[in-house]
């Protein structure tokens, strides 16, 4: 009886250490990331749309997504800040997208089995 005790209670602690504590911990930051918003940043929506900063309210963030064009999101809907690195990256031009290769031709080519006649109703 002592034995199955004490592995429900380690099971317990492990739940807790694996799953809740992470939780909270992640939750916690991104709550602390909400708090620290502020006009000019780069952010991330959970929509993914990218943006800049331009307006903050208790309930929602005004971001610029291009020029002259604004949008209001929920604030809990901004899921993390640009870096630097990411901002410099968008900046820059994309690479012209690669010629969609063909699929070449079967080297043989079978007939498809004939369908067979619906019966006709009486």
């Given at each position: 009886?002592?034995?199955t005790?004490?592995?429900?209670?380690g099971?317990l602690?492990?739940?807790?250490?694996l799953?809740?504590?992470?939780q909270r911990?992640?939750?916690?930051?991104?709550?602390?990331?909400?708090?620290?918003?502020?006009?000019?940043?780069e952010v991330?929506?959970?929509?993914?749309?990218y943006?800049?900063?331009?307006?903050?309210d208790d309930?929602r963030?005004?971001?610029e997504?291009?020029?002259?064009?604004?949008?209001?999101?929920?604030?809990?809907?901004?899921?993390?800040?640009v870096t630097?690195?990411?901002?410099a990256?968008?900046a820059?031009e994309?690479?012209?997208?690669p010629e969609a290769l063909?699929?070449?031709?079967?080297?043989?080519?079978?007939?498809?089995e004939?369908?067979?006649?619906e019966?006709?109703?009486?």
């Amino acid at each position: 009886m002592d034995f199955t005790l004490i592995f429900i209670v380690g099971m317990l602690v492990l739940l807790y250490l694996l799953l809740i504590r992470p939780q909270r911990q992640q939750a916690k930051r991104h709550q602390e990331m909400l708090q620290s918003l502020s006009v000019g940043d780069e952010v991330i929506t959970a929509g993914g749309v990218y943006g800049e900063v331009t307006g903050i309210d208790d309930e929602r963030v005004q971001l610029e997504i291009d020029a002259d064009v604004r949008i209001a999101v929920a604030r809990r809907a901004i899921t993390s800040k640009v870096t630097p690195q990411e901002a410099a990256l968008m900046a820059e031009e994309p690479e012209e997208a690669p010629e969609a290769l063909e699929a070449p031709e079967p080297d043989t080519f079978e007939e498809p089995e004939p369908v067979a006649e619906e019966q006709t109703r009486r």
